[in-house]
């Protein structure tokens, strides 16, 4: 009995250190990570196979470090592939990243690197989701980022409809798709097939383990009610800091100390407050800064003050401002903090010039809450894409075999 229990407690823990995140967020001194194609205005970290994905980020301390990627194959649910490394790529799976400069003409110096893959060293092989590590000179994991690269084989499409029930169909949005496969033979969808839905570019809002409801010849339907079914949140806020020596829209005053301060206007909260369109870019950054030839190195980096103001007594003490910038996590440099004095909850976050969009959340054991402060509306404009995974009986890894991508600007009924 005795050996039982001790078996049974070791599984459950083997089972909940392999459900942990291989994630790593990048220390304070490294900003600005972006990893996204290479073709104008793409956010998202997915690419067709032989596409180029690039890796950009700034180290603060300036001092050219020598730092070195490896990228590492995982399966749909984003655990290490049990393959070896000549199974997806041609080369060297690590090498040092030789792409780096030093900032010019600014207050706050920094080291900007810059990674492309494939490349001369190294191409990928096979589709799926990899895991993109960035390690110190001493082979320490500095920080992680996750992208996909797909092999499309099927196609993918995505429609955006009103929530199906009563109580939600204000505040939620409903994604359908289908999955056409007239060249591809599927032997057992329910085994082989697995898909990922998520909102924008935020891999927190993923729905996963869903089957087809619905087989037509060729065509594989998803037709979830409850099960696809999003909160619609609310349009993002933004400010655009491109121009540090006045102040623009959302942006109330510019100070020079050490670097330059960037002073918010102050944001309320929006839940009791009636929809209002206005642009944004679903919650990404775009670095930018006006009269330099180069933003990536002369661009200045910025302390930006946030201050949020709840209009109620219901204090939080987990509220975090949320969005792209900083790869949807929560950290204490995002967390807000509550001033007796002001009434208010603030932050201070060091940015890179640029235009930001962002948005206010609360966290409750790591669960985050999108809608409570910020307000959800069905008509906010939302970007939902959906991956499909293929696992053919005998293969030992997880392809990525479709992408469809849907938008609520073309909302259904």
């Keep these: ?27 304070i001194y490294i900003k600005s990570v972006q990893l996204r194609p290479a073709r104008a205005n793409a956010y998202l970290p997915i690419v067709k196979l032989g596409e180029r994905i690039i890796l950009q980020f700034d180290d603060l301390e300036g001092d050219e470090k020598e730092y070195i990627y490896k990228l590492e194959h995982c399966t749909y649910d984003w655990q290490k592939s049990n393959i070896s490394s000549t199974v997806y790529s041609n080369g060297f799976t690590d090498d040092t ?42 082979e320490e994991v500095i920080f992680t980022r996750k992208f996909i690269v797909y092999q499309p084989k099927v196609d993918v499409g995505v429609s955006v ?4 029930r009563v109580n939600d169909i204000d505040t939620k949005q409903n994604v359908e798709f289908v999955i056409n496969h007239p060249d591809l033979l599927i032997n057992n969808a329910s085994k082989e097939i697995k898909v990922a839905v998520f909102q924008n570019n935020d891999w927190n809002s993923v729905i996963k383990n869903l089957e087809p409801q619905f087989y037509r010849g ?46 918010l206007y102050i944001d309320q909260k929006r839940s009791y407050k009636p929809y209002t369109y206005y642009p944004d870019i679903n919650g990404n950054f775009a670095v930018r800064s006006i009269n330099v030839d180069d933003s990536t190195l002369e661009a200045e980096y910025t302390k930006v003050h946030f201050v949020y103001e709840m209009l109620d ?25 509550y001033n007796e004095e002001t009434k208010l909850y603030e932050t201070n976050i060091v940015l890179k010039q640029g235009f930001y969009n962002y948005t206010y959340v609360t966290a409750n054991n790591e669960t985050i809450d999108t ?8 008509q906010t404009e939302n970007e939902y ?22 938008s609520s600007v073309n909302l259904q009924n």
């Design 313 to 337: 007594d219901d204090i939080k003490d987990n509220i975090y401002v949320y969005g792209s910038f900083n790869n949807w996590k929560l950290t204490e440099e995002n967390k807000l903090t």
């Design 97 to 138: 990243i030789r792409e780096y400069e030093n900032s010019f003409n600014t207050y706050q110096d920094y080291t900007h690197y810059s990674l492309s893959i494939p490349n001369r060293n190294m191409q990928v092989k096979i589709s799926g989701n990899y895991l993109l590590s960035v390690l110190n000179e001493d």
């Design 218 to 263: 060729t065509q594989l339907i998803y037709k979830y009610g409850d099960k696809t079914t999003f909160w619609a949140n609310n349009e993002f806020l933004f400010f655009d800091s491109k121009d540090v020596r006045n102040a623009t829209n959302n942006i109330r005053r510019v100070i020079l100390k050490d670097i330059y301060n960037t002073r």
């Design 1 to 27: 009995m005795k050996n039982s229990l001790l078996l049974l407690f070791i599984l459950i823990i083997n089972i909940a250190f392999a459900q942990e995140s291989i994630e790593i967020q990048e220390p």
């Design 161 to 164: 409809h009103k929530a199906r």
């Design 371 to 378: 809608h409570s402060l910020e307000g959800s509306h069905y």
């Design 385 to 406: 894409n959906v991956l499909v995974y293929y696992h053919k009986f005998g293969s030992r890894y997880d392809e990525v075999i479709g992408f469809g991508a849907g």
